[in-house]
DNA sequence: AAAACCGCTTGCAAAATGCAAGTTAAAAAT
DNA sequence: ATTTTTAACTTGCATTTTGCAAGCGGTTTT
């Protein structure tokens, strides 16, 4: 994929272009989980060691996730999550939301979420700020800030073809 | 990255096993803009036609999408998104808000998105289902269902090393 | 001082990607 | 009725990316 392309000025687009990356999203799913240094990263993912560099590079660049050399160990490099990187969180769990109703292996789902504020079991569900009701695809409809057409980005809006 | 490994028996992983792929969400992007046939797809995204029938390929046997001749023209396929499909929403709606807060260009949101139920704009949110408050990755806790160690998978919940 | 360990880098083979050209079947135009 | 156009691919090939193995340079332990 051509980093100079435009993808219709939209921001999954430009998410995808940091992290449209298998081994990226499973990195950032580890550090969830708490991991916090290379050999745990490695053995945990069983990932090459050039591409989990390579990987984890991508990540501090892109200010997700920051290196800070361990106080005990001078050896060490801590990665922890940043607050951008932390903001990720929905898009992780969405993922495993999705993975947990339709790739289920009949066992149900591999990990248990408990919310620690209401000590209940976790159903994370989307909803509109201002109604509080989930969000359903259906009910949303989509403007452009440029007035483009969704269905159709070469006709501006308004303008028939 | 090798289709067998396992990674952690997470729903996350086999997510990604299916949709590892920066054109896969672009695709479902589009999908849920509306968009229906190859010809749009491959305009919209300037992808290479090898690579969105393979894509589409890989969708339509996942379940994700699925074809079906235009009644109108017997010569064009529609693409359409399964229940399955309609169900990956919430992970490119936190996608897209990831992109709006972290890779703003200082022009506001690209695309604004508006909710019809209740007549606002919406910006969806991720509650517990059970208490209805915003969730945070510092609140929830991990359980593995085969009593794995979050932190050390080779280790057994309980067990010290 | 020697050995072990951590976080890389390098070399190279294999796989994935992107472009252009060709193919098949249906529909529209002549 | 025949030709032309259109839609959705497939194929070939050069370029890029990936993944494995081996090596390397500091830091800590022995």
Sequence with gaps: MKKE???????VARLLMV????????????A??????YDRFKANLGIATNILSDRLKILTENGIME?????DDARRIQYRLTVKGLDLYPVIL????WGDKWLDD???PPLMLHHKTCGHRLKPIMCCSHCGKPVQAQDIEYTHRDGT?????AVAAGKKK
């Design 67 to 71: 290196k800070r050399t361990d106080p």
């Design 19 to 30: 992290l449209g990356d298998r081994w990226l999203f499973l990195i950032l799913r580890e």
């Design 5 to 11: 392309t435009d993808f219709r000025n939209c921001s």
């Design 106 to 108: 009949g066992q149900g």
């Design 32 to 37: 969830f989980f708490g991991v916090r240094y």
């Design 149 to 153: 057409d969704m269905l159709n980005p």
């Design 94 to 97: 969405t993922m495993m939301q």
